[in-house]
């Protein structure tokens, strides 16, 4: 009877056991896994945009071998999650017509420009260390494909930051205009990489459910706070000031607090208003349909294969 199936749920997910796909689970489960982890896949796949646009103008052979290799992993990153995604039930075919449509969303973060080449070290720094900061705890999330999916690529993000870090420290011991460069850039993306985690608790529709069930462990308030307390001592190592007046140690919070983001900004990016919205989608919507063949290709081929083993 679905009650003891039910039980049997509770159960694994109150000793933080992990959820496999052969197990019963609610269908409310089921689809707030496949929202959140066709997000996060989508998220991966278009965030190769805004870096990828300055593969051809890296300013040496070793930032863009550098940069070629992070662009990379994030497609894999891709791959990764819509296999775990495939595991509850939905094709890669179907959540990419889901992203294309609209239906489906990506983080907000992507729907920044890349204007500057500090850009590709500002994104490496605090958008993939904002990532780092969601994903490892996701390591532990309850559903076993994205959570073994998460472990594989936290190990990769953590060289993405680094290599970003570094990538501005070069500019910051460089001249004026690098300094002013990487500054300029700083203060565009610093409060979008607060508002990658989500609107506030008391804000957020999802998160209760989430906790609950493991999705999440840690709130979006949580890992926001995590990401400040961990990235001031890296601005002060680098030079630079974050633009936000209201920063400031709280001995006895042992935190920073900072200033609001504007959540109306993150609303209307979330709806498609941001920035890059058209400009990513399209992108998408056109690789898609020019990628058609090669889907073809490869599954008449695997047709006739499999045919052929038959025969
Ligand atoms: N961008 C886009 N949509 C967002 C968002 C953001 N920054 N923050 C919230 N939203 C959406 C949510 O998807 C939700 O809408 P939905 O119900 O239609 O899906 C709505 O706004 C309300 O937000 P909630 O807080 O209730 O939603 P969640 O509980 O899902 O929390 C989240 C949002 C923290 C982003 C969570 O979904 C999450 O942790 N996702 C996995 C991590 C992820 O997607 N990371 C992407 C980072 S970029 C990246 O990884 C690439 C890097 O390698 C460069």
Not at 134 to 151: D, E, K
Not at 159 to 173: P, V
Not at 193 to 218: C, E, I, Q, Y
């Amino acid at each position: 009877p679905e009650s003891l199936l039910e039980e049997r749920f509770e159960a694994t997910i109150a000793r933080k056991d992990r959820i496999e796909p052969r197990d019963w689970m609610p269908e409310a489960y089921r689809r707030t896994l496949v929202r959140q982890v066709a997000q996060h896949a989508h998220s991966e796949i278009i965030g190769m945009q805004p870096e990828g646009a300055w593969i051809g103008r890296a300013p040496s052979l070793r930032r863009k071998a550098i940069l070629l290799a992070k662009v990379q992993d994030e497609a894999g990153h891709g791959l990764y999650l819509y296999s775990a995604a495939e595991t509850l039930g939905v094709s890669r075919d179907e959540l990419t017509e889901l992203l294309i449509s609209g239906r489906q969303k990506y983080s907000s973060i992507f729907n920044y420009p890349t204007l500057s080449y500090a850009d590709v070290g500002t994104i490496g720094w605090l958008v993939d260390g904002a990532a780092i900061c969601n994903q490892v705890p996701l390591c532990r999330t309850s559903f076993g494909p994205y959570g073994r999916a998460m472990i594989r690529i936290c190990k990769e993000e953590s060289f993405h930051q680094r290599q970003g870090y570094e990538l501005l420290l070069t500019m910051m011991r460089g001249t004026a205009e690098q300094r002013a460069m990487v500054q300029e850039s700083v203060d565009r993306f610093w409060w979008p990489s607060l508002m990658m985690f989500g609107p506030p608790d008391d804000a957020s529709p999802n998160t209760a459910r989430s906790m609950a069930w493991g999705v999440k462990t840690h709130t979006n308030d949580e890992l926001r706070q995590r990401f400040v307390d961990m990235t001031v001592p890296q601005a002060d190592a680098l030079g630079v000031t974050l633009p936000d007046p209201d920063l400031a140690w709280n001995e006895e919070r042992g935190s920073y607090d900072f200033g609001q983001p504007d959540w109306d900004e993150l609303w209307a990016v979330v709806a498609g208003d941001g920035p890059c919205n058209a400009q990513r989608v399209a992108h998408r919507t056109r690789a898609w349909s020019e990628g058609a063949w090669v889907r073809e290709a490869a599954l008449a081929y695997a047709a006739r294969e499999s045919a052929g083993h038959e025969a």
